[in-house]
């Protein structure tokens, strides 16, 4: 009895994924939920297990290859005598003895990561990560030579060096997020009429009220209180106000969304992954700055799942984190509106006739000029500056 090995739905409008690695040869043996194939999407990487036991007859695809949702990867068959394979016994750990510490082998790794140890001639064994999956990142770093010792005398070694010029070149694929993040960057600026308007924002009250309520903050939720939590529930205010921002077109038809699932951009490994706070209007401070931590925390390691990233109705993106000034960032669609957060930089600015100093931030909206006017994305930005520079406002409308 045979048993096709699919490729498995993988989420909302992902449709493709690539092999990256298979995890059995053809004819080994193979138990019931033992994993087979990585398979890296525009997304996640995710395993296929086998879904019985038996032997792994035929691959249909080599690492490398494309493929589509529903398409065989391979053949599982029932094994020659009918039997299915055993499964060794894992040792019981005696009482008291203290079980061994995972390695890097032991732990799971990321196809990148993987490509990258045997690229760079690295065992896993021997990379260090913090988290329970091994990333590109850990190999680059136990691949990274250690610095030469100094030679006595030698003040200036690079001097007796002659000078070598290298004009070598490297070519490697594209990962397919990493494609599928240029694809659609091309697509959202070809099929929007995409604008972005500015503003920028009086920093001080928040400022002012996180370091007066830090540390009760802390204490009473285990979490520390930022600011992406007062721009999430700023942008949920001017959504509300502005109800075309959080709305998709279909055809000739806009569609509305009343209810507000903010995704927040995250840099991770392999390019910008959008997980999204789902109905981010039903909950308080605490409970936004818990999911962005985890959420970044996830993204870091590589266990965001699919859910995580499906859907959204409006996106926040910080490129303050990474020092950036000033940018216009593109729409994630079918969105029709993005959110940048910059740099908080202390600027002269005039207060009541009076030139002050203030630590100011720069804030850019993407908007869909199809469905957006230039008024409603100006006055949506100036909702949010408001309730930033006065976040009581907030907490008063909930």
Same mark, same amino acid.
Request: glycine content about 10%.
């Given at each position: 009895m045979s048993t096709n090995i699919v490729v498995p739905e993988l989420g909302e409008s992902v449709v493709e994924a690539r092999v990256?690695?298979?995890?059995?040869?053809q004819g080994d043996a193979v138990t019931a939920g033992e994993p087979l194939v990585e398979l890296e999407t525009e997304k996640i990487d995710l395993e296929v297990s086998a879904d019985r036991a038996g032997v792994l007859a035929n691959i249909r695809h080599p690492e490398g290859a494309d493929?589509?949702?529903?398409?065989?990867?391979?053949?599982?068959?029932?094994?020659?005598?009918?039997?299915?394979?055993?499964?060794?016994?894992?040792?019981?750990?005696?009482k008291g003895q203290v079980p061994k510490a995972v390695t890097g082998a032991e732990k799971k790794a990321t196809p990148t990561a993987k490509n990258v140890a045997k690229a760079h001639d690295v065992t896993l064994e021997a990379v260090e990560t913090s988290s329970n999956r091994v990333t590109k990142q850990d190999v680059l770093k136990a691949a990274a030579p250690a610095p030469p010792a100094a030679t006595p005398g030698a003040a200036n070694p690079q001097a007796r060096r002659p000078h070598a010029v290298d004009r070598s070149e490297t070519r490697e694929r594209m990962s397919k997020r990493r494609a599928t993040i240029a694809r659609r960057l091309v697509e959202a600026q070809q099929t929007a009429a995409m604008l972005t308007t500015f503003n920028e924002v009086d920093m001080s009250a928040v400022l002012q009220l996180r370091e007066r309520r830090k540390e009760a903050f802390t204490r009473k939720f285990g979490v520390g209180i930022g600011i992406a939590s007062f721009f999430v529930k700023a942008a949920i205010g001017a959504l509300k106000a502005f109800p075309q921002i959080n709305a998709e077109i279909q055809g000739d038809e806009i569609v509305y969304k009343h209810y507000y699932d903010i995704g927040m951009a995250v840099g991770a490994e392999g390019g910008l992954v959008v997980p999204v706070i789902r109905d981010a209007d039903r909950l308080g401070f605490a409970d936004i700055e818990l999911? +962005? !931590?985890?959420?970044?925390?996830? $993204?870091?390691?590589?266990?965001?799942?699919?859910? *995580?990233?499906?859907?959204?109705?409006?996106?926040?993106?910080?490129?303050?984190?990474?020092?950036?000034?000033?940018?216009?960032?593109?729409?994630?669609?079918?969105?029709?509106?993005i959110l940048g957060l910059h740099k908080i930089a202390?600027?002269?600015?005039?207060?009541?006739?009076?030139?002050? +100093? !203030?630590?100011?931030?720069?804030? $850019?909206?993407?908007?869909?000029?199809?469905?957006? *006017?230039?008024?409603?994305?100006?006055?949506?930005?100036?909702?949010?500056?408001?309730?930033?520079?006065?976040?009581?406002?907030?907490?008063?409308?909930?």
């Open positions: 990256a690695k298979w995890l059995k040869k493929v589509k949702v529903g398409e065989v990867l391979a053949v599982l068959e029932e094994s020659a005598n009918g039997r299915v394979p055993a499964v060794a016994a894992v040792p019981a750990v005696a999911k +962005i !931590r985890d959420f970044a925390k996830r $993204a870091q390691d590589g266990s965001l799942t699919l859910e *995580d990233l499906k859907g959204g109705t409006f996106t926040i993106t910080n490129g303050g984190v990474f020092g950036s000034l000033m940018s216009t960032p593109i729409l994630n669609p079918p969105q029709v509106g202390d600027r002269a600015v005039p207060v009541n006739g009076q030139v002050v +100093i !203030r630590p100011m931030m720069y804030l $850019a909206l993407s908007y869909d000029h199809r469905i957006v *006017d230039g008024r409603e994305a100006v006055q949506f930005l100036v909702t949010i500056k408001e309730s930033v520079e006065d976040p009581g406002w907030m907490l008063l409308e909930g």
